[in-house]
Structures are given as structure tokens and as C-alpha cells.
């Protein structure tokens, strides 16, 4: 006996400045391995904390060998994002990170439904997302912020890092 799918969609109307944001962190080396599950018990707690304007939180696999894990997550709007990702422990995680990728490499991509896309990647050697299509360039100057790269007028409530720190050195 055959059985109709049953389609449904949702009412976004609700949500004018959502925000969708993926994130990967993939393998590079074996010690990336321990980095890579090292993260897992730290994001569980952040997000459990349950963060002003995170509407939802999803983990998936992108693949097994190399190891490379995702995330998504919704957003309420830009600002709640920014000001998580410049709160702690994320500020704390992601300095530490840019210091020492531990065999790993991290990037992630914004959708903006408001209007605006963005993306970074870190240690990723390999085309994926944006990279597939977009030129490449350094995450510098006009490129250094999320908050530059989706175009947003204003200035963040904090930094997580300074472009002038010896971060990318």
C-alpha cells in the first residue's frame, strides 16, 4: 500500500533577522583527534547554558575518515551571535584555538536572513562551502570580523581578538 508524504514547511515570519550559522572542525593530523573530541564535552556545556538567542542546535558528521564533525545553529538575529561567540568560553576557545590548531582545522559559514553571508576558515586545505566558488583571501583587514565580512554597520560590544595580536603569525 502506498503512502502520501507528508509535506509541511514553516512560518519564518516570526524570526526577520534569523541567523543560520554551520561549523566543521576536520582532522589535519592524528593529534587533531584528541583537539577534535576535546571540544565535544565543552560546546555540550556552552549550549546547555542555553545562550541569549540560540534558537536551536544540531551536531552532524560530514565524515568519518578524515574525522570532520559539523554544527549547526539558529539564531535569534546577528547580535546575539556576535555577542555569544565574544562572551565566555567561546572568546577563550577561540584565541586558544588561533594559537594552536592542535592537528585540527576549523571554518564556518553564515547565512544572514536579514541579508548577508560570511564565511572563515582556519587550517582548511581542502575546497568546501563558499571555497568551492568564491576566491580565497587572507582574513584581514575589511575581511578580519564576521561582523565586516557579512557587512554589518556598528561596532561589536567586545573583541575576540585583535588582528594587530600575534594570533596569525
Known sequence: MKKRAQRHTVDLSGYPDLVVIY?????NALTGIKTLFGFGPKIGRSVKSTPEGLLAHEYFLFSLLPPHL????????????????????????????????????????????????????????????????????????????ARDRVRRAGQPKSSVAIEEDELYS
Not at 561549523?23 to 582532522?27: A, C, D, E, S
Not at 539564531?75 to 594552536?100: G, K, T, V, Y
Open 23 to 27: 561549523l566543521g572542525m576536520k582532522v
Open 70 to 145: 559539523g554544527i549547526r545553529q539558529y539564531w535569534r538575529d546577528f547580535e546575539s551571535l556576535e555577542d555569544w561567540a565574544r562572551s565566555e568560553p567561546h572568546r577563550i576557545w577561540w584565541a586558544e584555538f588561533l594559537r594552536d590548531t592542535g592537528g585540527t582545522g576549523f571554518w564556518h559559514e553564515t547565512y544572514c536572513k536579514a541579508g548577508g553571508m560570511e564565511a572563515v576558515y582556519v587550517d582548511i586545505f581542502k575546497d568546501i562551502g563558499f571555497r568551492h566558488f568564491a576566491p580565497v583571501q587572507p582574513a584581514r583587514h575589511s575581511m578580519f570580523t
